[in-house]
Nanobody, 115 residues
C-alpha cells in the first residue's frame, strides 16, 4: 500500500525558507519520479515541481529559482527546499509519485507565509 507523509511546513515570514520532506512507503522511490503540488486557500491544487528517477528537475515558473527539489533514495524521501518565500506561496503542499498505481494522497503539510 502506497503511503505518502509530508512534513516540514509552518509559518514563515516573507523572504524566509522552509524545507519540506516527503517520506514514501509501499514502493521503491529510486525507480520513480516524484512531484510536489500545492493547494492555495480557496484554489485548486497546482503543480510545483518534479524530479525524475535519474534526478532531473523541473519547476513551475512561479517557483523557478527559489525552490529546489531533491531526493534521497536510501531514505525513500523527497525534499522541497523553498527559499525567498512569498505570501503567494501560502498553501498546503503535497507530494505524489509518477507512474505508481495509486490514487491516495497524503495529508499534506501547510505552509503559511505572512508577517
Amino acid at each position: 500500500q502506497v503511503q505518502l507523509a509530508e512534513s516540514g511546513g509552518g509559518l514563515v515570514q516573507p523572504g524566509g525558507s522552509l524545507r519540506l520532506s516527503c517520506a514514501v512507503s509501499g514502493f521503491t522511490l529510486s525507480s520513480y519520479g516524484m512531484r510536489w503540488y500545492r493547494q492555495p486557500p480557496g484554489k485548486q491544487r497546482e503543480f510545483v515541481a518534479r524530479i525524475t528517477s535519474d534526478g532531473s528537475t523541473y519547476y513551475d515558473d512561479s517557483v523557478k529559482g527559489r525552490f529546489t527539489m531533491s531526493r534521497d533514495n536510501a531514505k525513500d524521501t523527497a525534499f522541497l527546499q523553498m527559499n525567498n518565500l512569498k505570501p503567494e506561496d501560502t498553501a498546503v503542499y503535497y507530494c505524489f509519485p509518477e507512474g505508481v498505481r495509486t490514487d491516495s494522497w497524503g495529508q499534506g503539510t501547510q505552509v503559511i507565509v505572512s508577517t
